[in-house]
């Protein structure tokens, strides 16, 4: 966060709570929210709160993050989605978090903190492959597995496996929140929890009838407008919204961006870099990126406030 920069995100944790809500009522099911990297630039602490009647627990990557967003407080349990590394049973329990285990060594040595054992259906990254599947499970005593499927045939497939039977499941993130197949028997949304929740915006500085070829790359437009934020806050060339209207970011420097404006635009007005209607899969598609991208980037360096 950095005060200098201008740039102001708005995060509506009521609209957070309602989507939660959302989803626990369509799902049907529990609900681990995922609050990893600082709730996508967020606020872990405050999100977390903010969801507390609703959830079952929720997710992070690192064992530090629970402990840094202080989530044991809340009363609900974390599961630490990542490698657990050098953490031992006894830091995992003082978090209330479950680690996500991978191989016999790991389920052995984490075995009072109640590990999930996590399922490669596909991800192939820090999961464990199918054929090892029992050993681990035994080692560890699990009763949890989880896998990251990006496809309703991964989470079938993981379903349906044997060894599984019994135990809590869960696989999908926001992007199978609407496949009945894929929910099992928790859901674990992370970037869905920000629908329509959240703003991102600068302030015009200057504005000027464009003389020429302007900075640094010669664009040309009728009139630009100049904002406080680059590429250090993570800005890039992409769409923006101007007193209501849909326009670009045209050149991002460090610290500023040429905005194109008309002449009604005047300095002193928002410019809306996220939100009223500009999706973070709108600029995602113009970044050519995710829309996990488009929070993360452009929340780093934001001042934020929170509606209650
Ligand atoms: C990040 C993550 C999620 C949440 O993903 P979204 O697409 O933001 O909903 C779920 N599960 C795992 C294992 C993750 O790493």
């Not at 840094?68 to 329990?93: F, M, Q």
């Not at 406080?228 to 209501?244: E, H, K, Q, S, T």
């Not at 809306?272 to 709108?282: F, K």
Request: with cysteine; net charge negative; proline share 4%.
């Amino acid at each position: 966060m950095n005060d200098t920069t201008g740039i102001r995100a708005r995060v509506d944790l009521k609209r957070i709570h309602d989507n939660v809500e959302k989803i626990v009522r369509e799902a049907n099911v529990g609900v681990m929210a995922v609050v990893k990297a600082d709730a996508y630039g967020m606020g872990a602490y405050q999100v977390a709160r903010a969801l507390v009647d609703l959830v079952e627990g929720y997710c992070v990557f690192a064992l530090e993050e629970a402990a840094s967003a202080k989530l044991s407080e809340t009363g609900k349990p974390t599961l630490v989605l990542g490698p657990p590394g050098a953490h031992n049973a006894a830091e995992h329990l003082e978090q209330r978090a479950r680690p996500a285990v991978t191989t016999e060594a790991e389920a052995d040595a984490l075995k009072s903190a109640w590990p999930a054992v996590c399922v490669d259906t596909g991800m192939q990254r820090f999961s464990c492959p199918i054929d090892n599947l029992d050993h681990v499970i035994r080692a560890g005593d699990c009763r949890e597995a989880f896998t990251h499927a990006t496809s309703i045939s991964q989470a079938e497939q993981f379903a349906s496996l044997p060894m599984l039977r019994g135990m809590k499941l869960h696989a999908s993130g926001s992007s199978l929140l609407h496949e009945p197949a894929a929910l099992l028997n928790a859901v674990r949304p992370g970037i869905a929890l920000f629908e329509e929740a959240i703003q991102i915006s600068s302030r015009l500085i200057e504005t000027r009838d464009t003389r020429g070829p302007a900075g640094y790359t010669g664009f040309s437009v009728r009139r630009h407008g100049v904002i406080f934020g680059g590429y250090g806050d993570g800005l890039r060339i992409g769409p923006c919204r101007v007193n209501g209207r849909l326009t670009r970011i045209l050149e991002v420097g460090m610290q500023t961006s040429f905005v194109e404006i008309d002449s009604h635009d005047a300095v002193g007005d928002d410019v809306i870099l996220l939100g009223d209607g500009l999706t973070p899969r709108e600029i995602a598609r113009s970044w050519q990126s995710s829309p996990h991208e488009v929070l993360v980037r452009l929340s780093s360096g934001a001042q934020r406030s929170y509606v209650e």
